[in-house]
Each structure stands twice: as C-alpha cells, then as structure tokens.
C-alpha cells in the first residue's frame, strides 16, 4: 500500500493496484460517452458492409464475423477507425472514458495521442495478432500508459494478456538467450494474467510490462481501441511532442511559467 497524507484513501487504493498488478479497470467515468463511441463504430461498419443500422450494436459488432470475410477486415477496420477519428468528438470523449484514473495514475496536464486505434479479432482469426512486447521496444516512452477500451464484452483469449509487474525484469533478463517471439510467449505463458472486461468498463495499463494477444478462441468477434496518454513534462521517447503526442490539459501556472521572462536591461 502507498501511504502518503497528501493522497486520498481511494488514490492510494488505485495507485497501489496500478504498481503491484501493472493495470486498473473502472466503470467508464461517461457511459453515455462510450455508447455514443460504441454506436458510431456499428453505423461506419454497417455503412462499409452495406447494411441497415442496428438498434443492437453490441450484438452487431460481437456477432460481425457471421458478416465479413478475412479478407475484408482490415478494408472495415480502416474504415471505422478513420471515420471514428473524423469525428470532432472522439478525443474528448474518450479521454472522459477514464479522465479520473488517467489523472489518478499520470497526472493532469496531460498530452493524448493524437489517433486513437482500433482492433478487431473475429473467432479463429490469425491475421491482425500482436506478439509479446512493451511498447517502450518500439519508441514509447516509458512514462506513457495506454487506456485500452472495449467496445463488446472482452474475457480469456479475446482479450489481451499482461505480465504482472514482480515477473517483467526477470522475463526480460531471459530474452536475450530466447530465439522467438513464440519461445517468449512460451516462457511467460504460466505467469500472465488475462484481463477480463465487461463492456462499459476502461483498461488503464502499464505498458513497460510484456503484452499481447492470441488467437481469439471464443466465440464473438473482440472489438477493442486503444490510445496512449503521458504527463506533458515527463520525457518523450520516438513518438514525440506535436506529431504522435497533442497537449490537451496544460494548466495555467505552467502557461505562465512558459513564457515567463526575467527583466532586462540591467547589464549594461
Ligand atoms: O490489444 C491488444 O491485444 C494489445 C494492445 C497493445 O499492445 C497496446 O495497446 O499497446
Ligand atoms: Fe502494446
């Protein structure tokens, strides 16, 4: 437990689950917020399918493998993912999703991503899975988390998997003498956590530790986005300031602080 006086019990609670198990879930802080993303997402996958709009989106966009072959799926995802972020409101209201962990776990000048992504996995499909990683492997800096949020109910492999916190060093000490991402995934098997998620619900989660996902072996298709958000003045790794990252919360002492000047004029 993290005992500080200057933090709330409930902070401490979450702040203490976020270090020992890399991850937190929550009931989305805007549940009409993610409805509104949730219900957009089954017009635009509709739109390319050439479908009427359902009065069940959930149970169109779980049930959209009985509509849409392999081949097809990165046309839709691309599709969806491009309208989605077309759309003026999509930030804000997903980072109102999770706005209280966010600024809980990171803080409350924030930078946001500035696309968010999506992710589709229909049952028995191999062809859009991520290997084990840490997103600090390619270019994330390790003061980022990402907030990965499901638009259908998420739980065993079709959702993703986490390396808990104690295990990540070792497991990384190891790599060097493993010869595939597979023999990895091998190695860390025993040790993950799957993390079960009922839509409505966001995932914030450490993404220094080892993740990914499988094959989708349940039976309704996994829908999920994922947006990664940092303190403004803690280090950038590759995806930098202005291009990949977009300040969305800089508070006023820090504005001021900015353009401050000393006077001049008194050298000479
Ligand atoms: O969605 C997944 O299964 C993995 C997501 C991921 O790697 C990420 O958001 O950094
Ligand atoms: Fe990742």
Redesign the pocket.
């Known amino acids: 437990m993290i005992d500080t006086p200057f933090l709330l019990p409930e902070e401490q609670a979450l702040t203490s689950r976020f270090i020992n198990e890399g991850f937190v879930t929550a009931p989305a802080d805007d549940r009409s917020g993610l409805d509104r993303i949730q219900r957009r997402a089954a017009e635009l996958a509709a739109d390319y399918l050439n479908l009427p709009h359902s009065n069940d989106s959930l149970g169109f966009l779980d049930s959209i493998h009985s509509r849409v072959s392999v081949d097809n799926l990165n046309g839709l995802r691309m599709h969806v993912i491009t309208g989605l972020n077309a759309e003026p409101w999509l930030r804000p209201t997903y980072f109102r999703l999770a706005r209280s962990t966010i600024e809980t776990i990171v803080g409350n000048e924030l930078c946001m991503q500035r696309r968010v992504?999506l992710?589709i996995q229909m049952p028995d499909d191999d062809s859009s899975l991520?290997a084990t990683?840490s997103?600090v492997w390619s270019g994330d800096s390790p003061f980022e988390v990402?907030v990965?949020v499901p638009l259908v109910d998420v739980f065993r492999t079709k959702s993703?998997y986490l390396l808990p916190p104690s295990l990540n060093g070792e497991m990384q000490d190891r790599m060097a003498s493993l010869r595939s991402a597979e023999e990895l995934y091998k190695t860390i098997k025993p040790h993950l956590t799957w993390i079960d998620i009922p839509y409505g619900h966001v995932l914030v989660f450490n993404?220094t530790l080892m993740?990914?996902?499988r094959v989708n072996e349940e039976s309704g298709t996994r829908w999920?986005m994922?947006c990664r958000f940092k303190s403004i003045m803690s280090p950038y790794a590759d995806k930098r300031f202005g291009e990949f990252f977009e300040p969305i919360s800089l508070r006023p002492a820090t504005r001021i602080g900015m353009q401050y000047k000393l006077p001049g004029g008194f050298n000479g």
Do not use: A, E, I, P
Request: without cysteine; charged residues 5%; proline residues 0%.
């Open positions: 992504n992710s991520l990683h997103d990402v990965w993703m993404q993740h990914g996902n999920t994922n």
